[in-house]
C-alpha cells in the first residue's frame, strides 16, 4: 500500500474463510449480538455470507450460490448497467409482462417508454430482474412449484414457446428477444436453494425455527424486492416489513472501526465468539438443499409470505411441460418422517 510513513492500518478480523473481514464489518453496523432478536443478515454474491443471531449466540456461514444473480448463467443476463431489466410484472390472467429498465422511471407499457430508453434500448436482465421475473411466473402459473415452465400455456398465451424438449417465456419481443428459459429457471433454483440451505443450518444451529428480523447487506442486496426474494424462498418466511436492503454494511462497519477503538476491541471480541459453519462438511446441507429447489420450499411453511401474498394453487408439471394436478400445497417435516417409517 502506498502510505504516509506515519500512517497506521487497521485491518479488521476474519470470521473464516469465505466469511471474511467483510462479513466482520457487517456484523458491527447492523449488531446482531447487541440485539434480543433473531437477526439474519445476508450478503448476495458468487458466495453468499450468512450471520444469523442475537446477544446470546451468533453464527456464520458462506454458501456457494454461484453467479446466476449478478446475471451470468442466465440467456439474456447481464451486469446491472442502463439498459437491463431490473423490475418485472407478469399480469395472471393475460400471462403479458410489464418491466422496468436502470435508465427510465417508466413501465414499459407507460406512455412515453420507448423514447425514455432511446439511447439506452433495452438490452438485457439484471439480478434484481430476475428474481422478480421468475417469482412473477410462479404467481401468475406459468411455472409449477418444482420450477417447471407449462407448457400447456402456450394455448392460452404466445409469450409460451417451446425450446427444444421444454418451454420458455418471452418477457421482451423484437430485438434482442429476451426470454426466460427453462434453464434461467433452473439457475435461479440452484442459486436460491444453496443460499436457503445455509441459513436453515444455521437456523438448526440456533435451535429456531423462525428469524425476526432480516438485513440484506451490499449493493445487489440494496435492489432486491424482499416481497419476491420471500417468494422465491430465498429467505424464509418473516414479517414483509422486517426485512430491509442495509446497502455498504461493510463500509459503514470499517469507518465504526476507523473511527472508535471501542469499536475494534468489541469486534474482535464478537468475532472470536462467531461459531463458524462448514455447509460443506453439513450432513443435513444437501437435504435442505433439495427441499429449497421448490417455490418457495417443498416442505417448510411461510404463513407471513402467504398472508401478505397470494400464493397460486400447487400443481406438477412435467420435464416436458406437461401439466397436472398435485396434492395440497405443503407437507411437514413429521408427515415426511411418517411415511419413511412405513416404508
Known sequence: LNLNGGARLYMLPCIAGHVGADAAAVTLSEGPHRQDEMMLIVDVGTNAEIVLGNRTRVVAASSPTGPAFEGAEISGGQRAAPGAIERVRIDAETLEPKYRVIGSELWSDQPGFA?????????????????????????????????????????????????????????????????????????????????????????????????????????????????????LGLIPDCDLDKVSAVGNAAGAGARMALLNRGYRREIEETVSRIEKIETALEPKFQEHFVYAMALPNKIDPFPKLSAAVKLPPRKTVSEDGIAGDAAPRRRSREGHAARRGRG
Not at 427444444?164 to 428459459?181: A, C, H, M, Q
Open 115 to 231: 423514447e425514455s430508453v432511446q439511447s439506452t434500448g433495452v438490452t438485457g436482465i439484471c439480478g434484481s430482474g430476475i428474481i422478480e421475473v421468475v417469482a412473477e411466473m410462479y404467481l401468475a402459473g406459468i411455472i409449477s412449484e418444482d420450477g417447471v415452465v407449462d407448457g400447456s400455456l402456450s394455448a392460452r398465451s404466445p409469450r409460451i414457446i417451446a425450446n427444444g424438449r421444454t418451454f420458455s417465456y418471452v418477457l421482451k419481443d423484437g430485438e434482442p428477444r429476451i426470454t426466460i428459459t427453462q434453464n434461467d429457471v433452473r439457475a435461479i433454483q440452484l442459486a436460491k436453494a444453496a443460499l436457503y440451505a445455509g441459513t436453515k443450518l444455521l437456523m438448526e444451529k440456533q435451535h429456531t425455527e423462525h428469524v425476526d428480523r432480516i438485513h440484506f447487506a451490499g449493493a445487489f442486496g440494496s435492489f432486491i424486492d424482499p416481497k419476491y426474494a420471500m417468494v
